[in-house]
């Protein structure tokens, strides 16, 4: 089965966190410890669950609203439903890349270039065992 996730890191209230773009996906979410490392706001929410790979079903825990995100010179202010994910920190759907004016994902290369009116950036996506030094140390997204 091909890949369908570009793992990147980035920050949030300028601590690191590593991100999972994710196109199977229809909600984003982040694991709760990173809502306490970070320091954002929960909002209660209508409880949903939600089946992770291995049939698993998790359940939320409430909602952070207007997350700011900075990767690569990219700031991205998305809701982030909170579920107890683990493995991951973040979640990204690609449902907010719609605001772009262009994007190419390479799944198969782990790239990821996109433009909005006269800007573009474009980047590369690590491994997991690159993302697992780097949060050991700092991230200056």
């Known amino acids: 089965m091909p890949p369908r996730t570009i793992r990147l890191m980035g920050q949030v209230n300028k601590k690191p966190v590593n991100i999972l773009f994710d196109i199977g996906f229809i909600h984003n979410f982040m694991d709760h410890r990173v809502v306490q490392r970070t320091g954002l706001l929960v909002t209660p929410e209508q409880a949903f669950k939600v089946t992770v790979a291995g049939g ?4 939320s825990e409430g909602l952070c609203k207007g997350v700011r ?13 909170i579920l107890p994910i683990g493995g991951c920190q973040m ?5 907010w890349l719609q605001t772009l ?5 390479s799944l198969k ?7 909005k009116g006269r800007k573009t950036w474009e980047f590369n996506g690590i491994q ?3 993302w697992e030094l780097v949060i050991a140390g700092t991230y200056a997204g």
Not at 69 to 81: L, P, Q, R
Not at 91 to 95: A, E, I, M, S
Not at 101 to 105: A, Q, S, V
């Open 56 to 59: 698993d079903k998790l359940q």
């Open 69 to 81: 995100i900075k990767s690569h010179g990219v700031e991205i202010v998305v809701d982030f439903h």
């Open 91 to 95: 979640v990204l759907v690609v449902d």
């Open 101 to 105: 004016d262009e994007l190419t994902l």
């Open 109 to 115: 290369n782990q790239r990821v270039k996109m433009s």
């Open 128 to 130: 997991p065992h690159a």
